[in-house]
């Protein structure tokens, strides 16, 4: 493993690159914000709204949410822009009370809203069976949301759909063709975070073609005939965590945290408990935590320096969520030691290594003095 020199992120973060100088593609790419003309892209973004209130009957946008702080950013935005949006969630099957609170505030907020459920029994089995195949409980979560979302869109006629950053950029990756506004095939196939795989590929003796009906993508002519394409925001306006974080809470969004749930920000992913694991399982792949991506970009923004992100990672250890692990076994009906030993199937052995007394370790960790002792078999 080696080391960004500004940042805390190593190289075996998929796309995640580190040059000759040691600085590594993310660093690079947020570097170049300064001398993006945000005023001119705002006034792009003007004439998108113009546009698509010609073309609109009805709804001029389609926004996907959750309730968190970014979703509720997006409704602002929007609204501010004179956008008549309708508002679709994936309703996860562990929603919280603050995500279904922070949901109601932002519906308040003057939008049209589809609270979209899936039979939690499928999306148990499915949930499960991606975790055992990718080692990734957020599969299904990610297939519902990237098909949902165009599958309304398409059948309301919707013409544009509106994300929010674009994790392509903001995490790194130098190629032009997934940088830009569009969220298109191209880019769900490499950052859409379903392994490459299509509901299609999941369709078995357990999960039949009916019970994912939810996951499969609309019909490639409704979508043309409708011409509905997909922007991100964050290509139009700056986009910061606590920025976004800022106007969320100036419009009635809520944390009600004491600490964060994963990673460093406590407004961030407080409206799922299953989401920590999705995070949680970087560790076992990749050597390192949700933390280390969320100090990176603080240090990126210029609110911290290396140093102190340092000692905040020696602090935190790995965070594991024990207590979102047990809600998810019980979801699963799974025990807790099938979750553990599943997860152990694909810890990166490239960068792993076993102690003779069986605590797992890596050899080129950012820490040279880092306790091991909890990595016991």
């Not at 973060?13 to 993310?26: E, K």
């Not at 910061?240 to 406590?266: C, I, M, Q, W």
């Not at 880092?370 to 078999?377: I, M, N, Q, T, Y």
């Amino acid at each position: 493993m080696r080391y960004c020199d500004l940042c805390v992120l190593p190289d075996t973060r998929p796309n995640l690159v580190i040059g000759d100088d040691g600085v590594c593609n993310a660093c690079k790419s947020h570097g170049s914000k300064p001398s993006i003309d945000w005023r001119s892209r705002e006034e792009d973004f003007a004439h998108l709204v113009t546009h698509a209130k010609r073309q609109s009957s009805r709804y001029d946008c389609l926004i996907p949410v959750s309730g968190g702080k970014d979703s509720t950013w997006q409704v602002v935005k929007c609204l501010e822009y004179g956008l008549t949006p309708l508002a679709v969630t994936w309703r996860p099957p562990a929603r919280t009370e603050v995500g279904q609170r922070n949901l109601e505030n932002l519906i308040r907020l003057g939008v049209d809203h589809i609270d979209y459920t899936i039979n939690p029994k499928v999306e148990a089995r499915f949930m499960l069976k991606a975790f055992e195949r990718f080692g990734s409980t957020a599969v299904p979560m990610h297939l519902a949301i990237f098909n949902i979302t165009p599958a309304i869109a398409a059948r309301f006629r919707i013409p544009l759909v509106i994300w929010g950053e674009n994790s392509a950029f903001e995490y790194g990756n130098t190629d032009d063709a997934h940088t830009g506004f569009l969220m298109d095939e191209a880019w769900l196939n490499t950052y859409g975070v379903t392994h490459g795989t299509k509901a299609e590929d999941w369709v078995d003796e357990d999960l039949t073609e009916r019970d994912l009906s939810a996951y499969f993508a609309p019909d490639a002519d409704e979508l043309k005939a409708a011409g509905t394409r997909a922007i991100f925001l964050g290509y139009y306006f700056e986009w910061d965590p606590t920025k976004t974080f800022e106007v969320a809470k100036a419009h009635g969004f809520s944390n009600e945290a004491t600490g964060a749930r994963t990673g460093l920000y406590d407004f961030a992913d407080i409206d799922d408990d299953f989401i920590s694991i999705h995070h949680w399982l970087k560790w076992y792949k990749f050597g390192f935590t949700r933390l280390s991506d969320n100090l990176s970009l603080e240090i990126r923004n210029g609110r911290i320096v290396r140093e102190e992100a340092l000692e905040i990672l020696r602090r935190a250890g790995d965070q594991t969520p024990h207590a979102d692990i047990e809600k998810f076994c019980a979801f699963a009906e799974i025990s807790k030691d099938r979750f553990f030993s599943i997860a152990e199937k694909f810890r990166n052995l490239d960068i792993w290594k076993k102690t003779s007394d069986g605590c797992w370790f890596l050899p080129d960790f950012i820490f040279s003095d880092w306790v091991w002792s909890r990595s016991c078999a």
